[in-house]
């Protein structure tokens, strides 16, 4: 199968202008009221109550290899002809915040303890699980010029 290059290059042209993000894209709130996004971010960096549990930053950064090496597969993929730029950009998307999700599972095994006092809150020793919302709520976009033009 010919593949034109013109559309090649209109592909990665096209890749090469978005913007791939992964955390909590909108500000829906939580049962307590507080939006997701600022509930995640006490989890994340820390406040006077709640030791700092770096799910995303880290999550993201003890992946930078296999993301550097699934970007590069990607792009390959727009090369050959199989995939278009917003199909490889979502794909990126998705990985992104399947590492984080993880990253959230998996925090018995790298976060500190919850406090008594919050597993009796709660009825959970997880850090960072409660109602999972705030798991649910990972979520990935795909922008182009500040816009956003495909998320999940």
Do not use: H
């Not at 993301?67 to 730029?85: C, P, V």
């Not at 990985?95 to 009796?120: C, L, M, P």
């Amino acid at each position: 199968m010919a593949v034109d290059f013109a559309d090649l290059l209109r592909e990665v042209t096209e890749f090469s202008s978005y913007d791939i993000r992964v955390g909590f894209q909108n500000d829906e709130s939580s049962d307590e009221g507080l939006s997701i996004a600022t509930i995640a971010a006490y989890n994340e960096f820390g406040t006077e109550d709640i030791p700092a549990r770096p799910f995303l930053s880290t999550a993201l950064d003890e992946a930078r290899k296999e993301i550097a090496s699934r970007f590069e597969d990607e792009m390959g993929e727009i090369l050959e002809g199989n995939r278009t730029a917003i199909q490889a950009a979502r794909r990126l998307g998705i990985f992104g915040a399947t590492i984080v999700k993880k990253r959230i599972r998996d925090s018995q095994k790298w976060a500190e303890e919850n406090a008594d006092a919050t597993i009796d809150k709660k009825g959970s020793s997880k850090p960072l699980v409660d109602t999972g919302e705030m798991l649910g709520a990972v979520t990935w976009a795909v922008l182009k010029g500040g816009t956003v033009v495909e998320s999940g």
